[in-house]
């Protein structure tokens, strides 16, 4: 249940505050050339984001590849991802102003994605969010990924926020089972990389930018909000 005061505002990174698509498949495609093997789609690549890279890789490589292919791929896509994560890689429209307002109308703010955690800080940095943010973090910052509640239940520790006063903001199914399976509301952009997952996993609300979700939040915080 939402509380009249939210807190918390939890962000995925990768089709919510980044549109970081063309970047990642260049990167998918370029370990796979190293592989000997030709290019897929970009918009394959684009629908097997959202679950930490070795599960892009190994999607990217199919069932047939084994387990040793996978593991050099996926070396390979780190170190060039690392070297090109920022090449295309923007914010989308919006989001620096939604942020704004978030955090000058008191709410705290993290990211929690399934990224790796040290590009995921690089990108936050090289965009120039870091000041909004006072965690950032990865697939491997903890023992377990989204959709485990681990990162935002972390999250909510460490900010001493309960569930009722924290938002998961996020484009994919992945994202509404880690609020459900956390127990707090969730917000879905349809902008992302997967909005069709969204019509599957519904989240409490469904919004078209990002000054949207700065609306429910900030009319929270003034007690204005609909429950």
Same mark, same amino acid.
């Given at each position: 249940?939402? *509380?009249?005061?939210?807190?918390?505002?939890?962000?995925?990174?990768?089709?919510?505050?980044?549109?970081?698509?063309?970047? &990642?498949? $260049?990167?998918?495609?370029?370990? /796979?050339?190293?592989?000997?093997?030709?290019?897929?789609?970009?918009? *394959?690549?684009?629908?097997?984001?959202? $679950?930490?890279?070795?599960?892009?890789m190994r999607r990217a490589?199919?069932?047939?590849?084994?387990? +040793?292919?996978? *593991?050099?791929?996926?070396?390979?896509?780190?170190?060039?991802?690392?070297?090109?994560?920022?090449?295309?890689? *923007? &914010?989308?429209?919006?989001?620096?102003?939604?942020?704004? =307002?978030?955090?000058?109308?008191?709410?705290?703010?993290?990211?929690?994605?399934?990224?790796?955690?040290?590009?995921?800080?690089?990108?936050?940095?090289?965009?120039?969010?870091?000041?909004?943010?006072?965690?950032?973090?990865?697939?491997?910052?903890?023992? =377990?990924?989204?959709?485990?509640?681990?990162?935002?239940? /972390?999250?909510?520790? +460490?900010?001493?926020?309960?569930?009722?006063?924290?938002?998961?903001?996020?484009?994919?199914?992945?994202?509404?089972?880690?609020? =459900?399976?956390?127990?707090?509301?969730?917000?879905?952009?349809?902008?992302?990389?997967?909005?069709?997952?969204?019509?599957?996993?519904?989240?409490?609300?469904?919004?078209?930018?990002?000054?949207?979700?700065?609306?429910?939040?900030?009319?929270?915080?003034?007690?204005?909000?609909?429950?």
């Amino acid at each position: 249940m939402i *509380r009249s005061d939210l807190e918390l505002i939890i962000f995925d990174l990768d089709g919510t505050l980044i549109d970081s698509r063309l970047d &990642l498949a $260049n990167a998918v495609n370029a370990a /796979r050339t190293r592989l000997s093997l030709g290019p897929i789609e970009n918009e *394959r690549v684009y629908s097997y984001v959202g $679950n930490g890279a070795p599960v892009l890789m190994r999607r990217a490589l199919g069932a047939e590849a084994s387990d +040793e292919t996978v *593991r050099i791929a996926l070396e390979y896509f780190l170190d060039y991802y690392g070297e090109h994560k920022l090449d295309c890689t *923007r &914010l989308y429209p919006g989001v620096l102003e939604a942020l704004d =307002r978030m955090k000058s109308g008191g709410a705290t703010l993290a990211v929690l994605t399934n990224k790796p955690v040290g590009i995921s800080q690089a990108i936050v940095d090289g965009l120039g969010l870091r000041d909004y943010f006072f965690r950032v973090y990865g697939g491997n910052s903890f023992e =377990r990924k989204k959709p485990d509640p681990m990162g935002i239940e /972390r999250l909510m520790e +460490e900010t001493g926020v309960q569930a009722g006063q924290t938002l998961m903001v996020g484009d994919s199914s992945v994202d509404v089972r880690t609020a =459900r399976n956390a127990g707090v509301p969730v917000a879905g952009v349809s902008y992302g990389f997967q909005p069709e997952s969204l019509a599957e996993t519904p989240p409490d609300y469904l919004v078209d930018r990002m000054e949207a979700v700065a609306d429910i939040v900030i009319a929270s915080r003034k007690g204005e909000l609909n429950q």
